[in-house]
Nanobody, 123 residues
Framework: QVQLVETGGGLVQAGGSLRLSCAAS????????LGWFRQAPGQEREFVAG????????DYADSVKGRFTISRDNNKNTIYLQMSSLKPEDTAVYSC????????????????WGQGTQVTVSA
């Protein structure tokens, strides 16, 4: 069984940067595709960024492309989301998730979820 815990959220001014971390436990961690999702109040959960289990491929939502970077360190059982040039519309609860190979950008394909960390971007 996989456990995921996100940290690093907080309040930041527009244009600022923030780095989220997701620490994982479980023997299958290195076999999982991993992704970051976000959910604003009253909104559906949306895909932000994903990385395959080898870390050789990444993809991003158009809204964050060029501003956010996803990475993983399998030796530390940790994934990261480096966020730069933050905008108020980035405000949301950010969650990391794990799924089997080919999970892609659909949250329904991910089996393991963290509790989320709040990111608030002020204008």
């Amino acid at each position: 069984q996989v456990q995921l815990v996100e940290t690093g959220g907080g309040l930041v001014q527009a244009g600022g940067s923030l780095r989220l971390s997701c620490a994982a436990s479980g023997r299958v961690f290195n076999t999982l595709d991993l992704g970051w999702f976000r959910q604003a109040p009253g909104q559906e959960r949306e895909f932000v960024a994903g990385i395959n289990w080898r870390g050789t491929n990444t993809d991003y939502a158009d809204s964050v492309k060029g501003r956010f970077t996803i990475s993983r360190d399998n030796n530390k059982n940790t994934i990261y989301l480096q966020m730069s040039s933050l905008k108020p519309e980035d405000t949301a609860v950010y969650s990391c998730a794990g799924g089997f190979d080919g999970s892609g950008d659909s949250p329904t394909n991910y089996l393991y979820w963290g509790q989320g960390t709040q990111v608030t971007v002020s204008a």
